[in-house]
């Protein structure tokens, strides 16, 4: 059975950061690049960010680079996203997919929902003071 499971979404102030946490079981990680979304009320889900988690590459919304990094823990199976500055504009549901890279990589679809197949159920993310 395959699961992603997110934590380490809350409250937070503008200005501050947070790092979420993605853990994945039930797959082979090597075969597989994470990707972090994220959906505010109203509006389409969203790529943020990729690992390839067999050599790390990484790959970042245009938008969000510089602020958000994603990083990979092989052997907790585990893939961070890093948040900082956080704006009120940040504020959204972020949830973690697993894509197969050989698909990802096919015409640069690393922010393409329907190439993920797993995905979790989501983490709270509020910016506000």
């Known amino acids: 059975q395959v699961q992603l499971v997110e934590s380490g979404g809350g409250l937070v102030q503008p200005g501050g950061s947070l790092r979420l946490s993605c853990v994945v079981s039930g797959i082979t990680l090597d075969r597989y690049g994470i990707g972090w979304f994220r959906q505010a009320p109203g509006k389409e889900r969203e790529g943020v960010s990729c690992?390839?988690?067999?050599?790390?590459?990484?790959y970042y919304q245009d938008s969000l680079k510089g602020r958000f990094t994603t990083s990979r823990d092989n052997a907790k199976n585990t893939v961070y996203l890093e948040m900082n500055s956080l704006k009120p504009e940040d504020t959204a549901v972020y949830y973690c997919a697993a894509g197969l890279t050989r698909f990802l990589s096919l015409g640069s679809r690393w922010f393409d929902v329907e190439t993920y197949d797993y995905w979790g159920q989501g983490t709270q993310v509020t910016v506000s003071s």
């Open positions: 690992i390839t988690m067999s050599d790390g590459r990484t």
